[in-house]
């Protein structure tokens, strides 16, 4: 396994920098995609640490171009592509009669057609290697709210659209699955809270120890914890996963 090689998207920070490091022991080289080139840098050291060779590419995969550049300069420096593994994509938490025209654009640009952009160049190359694909989608597919509109709706067409993709690669040799994760504490997460707590009346102290028994959930997740999920549904002993959404939450969502 150990000259595989990797796209991680979003990886300078939280799920995706979590997911590119644990990758890196499994994997030979790792193409490591995000906007921010500085913060990329420090993922890059890394996973040069973990022992894998990293390819940093500060790329805005929003913009069509982008993704057929990604994996022009995959192929160039490491000649094959093993698995593709989306996770970049903020979308606004703002109420559905709140979003703009080009909010709601803007929250599908990146996380659905970025992604979905990536793995249509990468998938030739997929092919070849009987490599995988994940996108990462989020709890909010399957329990959309209001304050999270557009995120549900997101999310809930990436699950669509990695189960097409898995359909196809069943002809085509290609394992596609989704990852939807829950409340994990990222940067991002934070900086949700720091406005959660005045509007609830609570110290950003507060919010933050309240807020995991007011969903249901034991404790927030860590980016670890969702890395490990992806490496498991890389690694062989995940390959029979197939088409699957796969929900790791700590037990917020409690339909079927």
Same mark, same amino acid.
């Given at each position: +396994?150990?000259?595989?090689?990797?796209?991680?998207?979003?990886?300078?920070?939280?799920?995706?920098?979590?997911?590119?490091?644990?990758?890196?022991?499994?994997?030979?080289?790792?193409?490591?995609?995000?906007?921010?080139?500085?913060?990329?840098?420090?993922?890059? =050291?890394?996973?040069?640490?973990?022992?894998?060779?990293?390819?940093?590419?500060?790329?805005?995969?929003?913009?069509?171009?982008?993704?057929?550049?990604?994996?022009?300069?995959?192929?160039?420096?490491?000649?094959? !592509?093993?698995?593709?593994?989306? !996770?970049?994509?903020?979308?606004?938490?703002?109420?559905?009669?709140?979003?703009?025209?080009?909010?709601?654009?803007?929250?599908?640009?990146?996380?659905?057609?970025?992604?979905?952009?990536?793995?249509?160049?990468?998938?030739?190359?997929?092919?070849?290697?009987?490599?995988?694909?994940?996108?990462?989608?989020?709890?909010?597919?399957?329990?959309?709210?209001?304050?999270?509109?557009?995120?549900?709706?997101?999310?809930?067409?990436?699950?669509?659209?990695?189960?097409?993709?898995?359909?196809?690669?069943?002809?085509?040799?290609?394992?596609?699955?989704?990852?939807?994760? @829950?409340?994990?504490?990222?940067?991002?997460?934070?900086?949700?809270?720091?406005?959660?707590?005045?509007?609830?009346?609570?110290?950003?102290?507060?919010?933050?120890?309240?807020?995991?028994?007011?969903?249901?959930?034991?404790?927030? @997740?860590?980016?670890?914890?969702?890395? =490990?999920?992806?490496?498991?549904?890389?690694?062989?002993?995940?390959?029979? +996963?197939?088409?699957?959404?796969?929900?790791?939450?700590?037990?917020?969502?409690?339909?079927?």
């Amino acid at each position: +396994m150990s000259n595989r090689i990797a796209i991680v998207t979003g990886a300078s920070r939280g799920v995706g920098r979590a997911t590119a490091i644990r990758l890196a022991k499994d994997f030979g080289g790792l193409v490591l995609v995000a906007r921010s080139t500085e913060l990329l840098e420090e993922t890059a =050291e890394a996973v040069r640490a973990a022992g894998a060779e990293p390819l940093p590419l500060g790329a805005d995969l929003r913009i069509p171009a982008a993704a057929k550049e990604t994996v022009d300069q995959t192929l160039a420096k490491f000649g094959r !592509i093993d698995a593709v593994v989306n !996770i970049a994509g903020a979308v606004p938490q703002i109420d559905v009669l709140d979003m703009t025209d080009e909010q709601w654009d803007d929250g599908f640009a990146l996380k659905l057609h970025g992604a979905r952009r990536l793995a249509v160049h990468a998938w030739e190359s997929l092919k070849k290697s009987e490599g995988s694909v994940i996108f990462t989608s989020g709890n909010s597919a399957q329990a959309p709210k209001s304050g999270y509109g557009a995120v549900g709706t997101v999310n809930a067409a990436i699950v669509a659209m990695a189960k097409a993709f898995a359909d196809r690669g069943i002809a085509d040799g290609v394992q596609v699955n989704s990852v939807l994760p @829950g409340p994990v504490m990222t940067n991002r997460r934070r900086t949700y809270m720091e406005k959660y707590a005045p509007a609830h009346g609570m110290t950003l102290e507060e919010a933050l120890e309240k807020f995991p028994a007011q969903v249901g959930i034991t404790r927030y @997740g860590n980016p670890e914890d969702i890395a =490990e999920l992806m490496a498991f549904v890389l690694s062989p002993a995940g390959r029979w +996963m197939v088409g699957s959404a796969l929900r790791m939450d700590g037990g917020e969502i409690k339909g079927v």
